[in-house]
């Protein structure tokens, strides 16, 4: 399966979940057990193909919209486990001299650190507005690493947990790059050493599971970001 139809197919699992969620509030409400039995199953085996790629591509457009993902267990859109995770996109970067402003735009429900290349970029506490970063300087040509602590704090009832991330560099000719938050993250449950530098190897963390599309979920269109 394509990488272009993977990413399409889990964004229309997640608007099916999202209908699912909104039919199972009305006053008598269907039974859709089957119905979120077969997502989840169509879900599985998307994750068992793998990442949708080897590592993030920039998107010479303006079409990149990110989704909101989580670490793959559950239905994290609806409750997840008041728990921290951990997050990485490799992506390439041609020619950092070329670059003229390079902006990081990011929320966590409900925190997140963030580090470029191992160096720390900022912490962000909401998932309501998107922190806005300038990253420029921490830029390189070749590859990239983007590295998320996020946090999902105890609440009193449900507990959604997401992350949404969308960087974006643009070239001195007005050529934008853009890098999103989608299926081809890497997740993981647990702090490991070294995990926020370029050299770690990821390749036995899962994919991230795409938790809703931007403007899906709880969270609906949060500010600070563009889809």
């Given at each position: 399966m394509g990488?272009?139809?993977?990413?399409?197919?889990?964004?229309?699992?997640?608007?099916?979940?999202?209908?699912?969620?909104?039919?199972?509030?009305?006053?008598?409400?269907?039974?859709?057990?089957?119905?979120?039995?077969?997502?989840?199953?169509?879900?599985?085996?998307?994750?068992?193909?793998?990442?949708?790629?080897?590592?993030?591509?920039?998107?010479?457009?303006?079409?990149?919209?990110?989704?909101?993902?989580?670490?793959?267990?559950?239905?994290?859109?609806?409750?997840?486990?008041?728990?921290?995770?951990?997050?990485?996109?490799?992506?390439?970067?041609?020619?950092?001299?070329?670059?003229?402003?390079?902006e990081l735009r990011i929320a966590a429900d409900d925190a997140c650190e963030i580090s470029l290349n191992g160096i720390q970029v900022g912490v962000h506490g909401t998932w309501q507005t998107a922190a806005v970063f300038q990253v420029g300087r921490l830029l390189k040509s070749g590859k990239n690493v983007l590295a998320v602590r996020a946090e999902n704090r105890p609440a009193p009832a449900k507990n959604p947990a997401g992350l949404i991330v969308q960087l974006t560099f643009v070239l001195a000719d007005g050529t934008r790059n853009v890098i999103v938050s989608d299926?081809?993250?890497?997740?993981?449950?647990?702090?490991?050493?070294?995990?926020?530098?370029?050299?770690?190897?990821?390749?036995?963390?899962?994919?991230?599971k795409v938790a809703a599309p931007f403007g899906g979920g709880p969270w609906r269109r949060i500010r600070g970001l563009a889809g």
């Open positions: 990488e272009s139809l993977r990413k399409r197919t889990r964004q229309e699992i997640g608007w099916a979940r999202e209908l699912a969620d909104r039919l199972s509030s009305l006053p008598q409400p269907p039974d859709l057990s089957r119905e979120r039995a077969q997502l989840e199953g169509l879900e599985h085996r998307l994750s068992a193909l793998g990442p949708d790629s080897a590592g993030a591509k920039p998107s010479k457009n303006n079409e990149a919209v990110p989704d909101w993902i989580w670490y793959p267990e559950g239905q994290p859109a609806k409750d997840a486990p008041a728990e921290v995770r951990f997050f990485r996109c490799t992506f390439e970067a041609e020619d950092v001299t070329r670059v003229r402003v390079a299926g081809s993250w890497r997740a993981h449950k647990a702090e490991q050493t070294g995990w926020r530098r370029p050299e770690f190897d990821d390749g036995g963390w899962p994919a991230a």
